[in-house]
């Protein structure tokens, strides 16, 4: 066992948790943190060893697991929420240093999602017993068992919040777990595996291996002894995984990226419009879900910019730790020079730059919230996820023309849309994504299907949609008059 990081005063594991205990290993990374790029400590590599460890563990686990009640799971399940929620300030101080996500946001949106991701789902798999279907000839008794061993892989962008909304179902459906936290913010990964063991979540219901995506994901998504992968990143990964899952036939869920349209009608209100359109900046830019494709009626383009640059000018840009800021860091020097990259690109192509297109002075991982119009359709920065606070702005003449542009890249995860209500939903019913919000933004209900369509997943989670993956679902017949067999009919 290796000692714990200090982060702003908060103990956090490096080790992983397998079978209920903390694991060092003898390779390790460094971490840092993107608000000033001061390490923060190292972390476990995750080695074959430990990836057979933890899928060991969660094998012991399962039968004992599984064979509880959902309303026993449910006891646990909690137990394990409130654990998080008492924990709730460390986790925020930890994934705002980790992650450089804004404090106030994870105090007031994330941290509370994280016990809900958690709550909500013991809850909601009371509802699935009991499931019948009667006919004349004989009941069906619809059952949803646990399918066994179950990889989380979730990213570093909100990771506290997507491992939880994966961890909730995936436990209150009775199966076991291996969580493999995103290499750069891996931290709040940890804080969890705390409060399952404070919550009394019996040794091998959840596991982490810590490590990087490249070594300890691909052994993990390899093993043919997982029943699920539930993965949310990037395509490229998306790819790498679905193979390795293929290999073994493991069905996949896919969350993945976006390059969501956001549509602002004629008749919509420009005010409202902008503000929401300037959110899209939030987390700088680093979220799935962001319209960051601006599709803009020609004839209020104009005034509809000139309020968002409005906007844009008053964004408080700088220390996520504060509370008055609005957006902070860019997680990685990586993926900023690919901000830059495409950004740079996107201007020799041709694109104007109205705001932005650089690196803010605040620090070296912070960069301008910024414009592009006059861009291609079929242009790189329009066409590909840049998740960076890089938006682009192209006009439209009629609903037909903003349709086209709206379904014209291979990504569908989501969309806004701003005009008159009933004209702005029959122009969302025709965009093809997995969701869209009328005239409002990152409204959400977690008994709602979240997912993509094209390149941005397979399948829904949400509600029954998660327990669906999770579950192996089956039908117990019985019959209603006794059953005579013969070979006339079935
Ligand atoms: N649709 C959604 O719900 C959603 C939500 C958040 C982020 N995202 C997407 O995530 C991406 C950004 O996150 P990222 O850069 O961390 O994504 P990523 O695909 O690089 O990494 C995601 C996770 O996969 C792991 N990984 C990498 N290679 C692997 C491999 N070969 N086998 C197994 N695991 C591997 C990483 O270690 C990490 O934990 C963006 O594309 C973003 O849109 C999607
Ligand atoms: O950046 C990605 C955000 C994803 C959000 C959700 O998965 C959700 O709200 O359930």
Redesign the pocket.
Known sequence: MNLALDIAGIPVSPDHYIGGQRVASSESFEIFSPIDMKPLGRIAQGLHAHVDAAIQAAQRAFPAWAALSAQERHTHLMRFAAEIERRADALCIVESNDAGVLHSRMRHGVAPRAVQNIAFFAEHALTLQDQRIETEQATHFVRHDPAGVVAI??????PLM?TTWKLGPALAAGNTVVV?????APLTCSLLADAAHAAGLPPGVLNVVQ????V???????DPRLARIS????????R??AQ?AGANLVPVSL????KSPFIVLADADLDNASRTAALMYRNAG????AGTRLLVHERVAGDFTQRLREQVQQLNIGDPRHDATEIGPI?HPR?MNRIQGFVDRAIAAGATCLWGGQRHAFGPLYYQPTLLTNVKQDSEVVQN?V?GPVLTLQTFASDDEAITLANGTDYG?GGICYGETAHATAVAERVHTGFIWVNSFGIRDLAAP???CKR??IGR?GGDWSFEFFCDVKDVVVPKKPFRASFAHR
Do not use: D, Y
């Open positions: 892989i979730t990213p570093w962008n909100a997507l493999k936290p995103p290499e750069w490590g990087t995506g490249a300890t994901g691909q052994r993990l998504v390899s993965f949310t990143g990037s395509v490229p990964t998306a790498a995984i390795a969350e993945l990226g976006g680093q979220v799935c879900l997680i993926q996820e998740f995860l979240f997912g993509g941005s997943g989670e």
